[in-house]
């Protein structure tokens, strides 16, 4: 086959560091989401939905053929730290992402599952904290962890 083509789904979540509601406002909120949309974009890994709280995102992405997991996360974790700086430096002069992340296997027959999670967020999070959501992920995929290094 001469052409090398690839669908694979990816559904990444991270916070702030130490759950900071950096993004509590809803107008830094939209733009922080359109900001790493953005840049996913640019990184060949087109976004369905991304989506969030104050203080944690979720990206659903197709993720592209050329490029890490570790390396697509470190770049738009980068990219919308400076960005977030830059607009706001007297709200976010000490914004940061937590260091580590989440990221899960997407089938395409559960992307409009997922996509709805994401944009119900601020519903989801009025009876299930960050820490919950993310241990629910977190069996749902059969992944062990350790809680001393999953909360920065």
């Not at 509601?21 to 830094?28: G, I, K, N, S, T």
């Not at 607009?87 to 899960?104: I, L, M, S």
């Amino acid at each position: 086959m001469p052409q090398s083509l690839s669908a694979v789904y990816v559904h990444a979540v991270f916070s702030t560091k130490g759950r900071r509601p950096f993004l509590r406002e809803a107008a830094v909120r939209t733009e922080m989401h359109a900001c790493l949309g953005g840049i996913s974009k640019r990184l060949d890994c087109p976004p369905l939905i991304v989506g969030g709280i104050d203080d944690h995102v979720h990206l659903l992405v197709r993720f592209g053929r050329t490029i890490t997991q570790a390396d697509w996360i470190k770049e738009i974790k980068r990219v919308s730290s400076l960005w977030i700086k830059e607009r706001a430096p007297d709200d976010c002069n000490d914004f940061a992402w937590q260091a580590g992340y989440g990221v899960f296997s997407v089938s395409r027959s559960r992307l409009d599952a997922v996509h709805g999670y994401i944009a119900t967020q601020d519903r989801h999070h009025r009876k299930t904290s960050f820490e919950d959501e993310l241990r629910g992920l977190l069996r749902k995929h059969e992944m062990a962890w350790d809680e001393r290094y999953v909360w920065d």
